[in-house]
Nanobody, 119 residues
Framework: QVQLVESGGGLVQAGGSLRLSCAASGRYLNIYYMGWFRQAPGKEREFVAGINWSSASTRYADSVKGRFTISRDNAKNTMYLQMNSLKSNDTAVYYC????????????WGQGIQVTVSS
């Protein structure tokens, strides 16, 4: 199993930056694919960015490509989402998640953290 805890959310102005952190615990992190999701009010949860814990290969939603960067620090068992050039429609609850790299369903989730971008 993987346990995930997000931190670093808050209120920022449009055009600003914010970095989210996801502290992960688990014995076999190298076999997991981890990612960030978000859910805005009135909208369904959407994929934001993902990273292979072992190889550090990444994938991004088109809506955040070029603005957000996902990364991980193996020594700290922590995943990050650096968010730049934030827009008001980036406002959402952001979730850290993980799945076994051979599966399609994300079974492990953090509690979620609020990111609010003021216009």
């Amino acid at each position: 199993q993987v346990q995930l805890v997000e931190s670093g959310g808050g209120l920022v102005q449009a055009g600003g930056s914010l970095r989210l952190s996801c502290a992960a615990s688990g014995r076999y992190l190298n076999i997991y694919y981890m990612g960030w999701f978000r859910q805005a009010p009135g909208k369904e949860r959407e994929f934001v960015a993902g990273i292979n814990w072992s190889s550090a290969s990444t994938r991004y939603a088109d809506s955040v490509k070029g603005r957000f960067t996902i990364s991980r620090d193996n020594a700290k068992n922590t995943m990050y989402l650096q968010m730049n050039s934030l827009k008001s429609n980036d406002t959402a609850v952001y979730y850290c998640a993980a799945r076994h790299y051979l599966l399609t369903k994300y079974d492990y989730w953090g509690q979620g953290i609020q990111v609010t971008v003021s216009s």
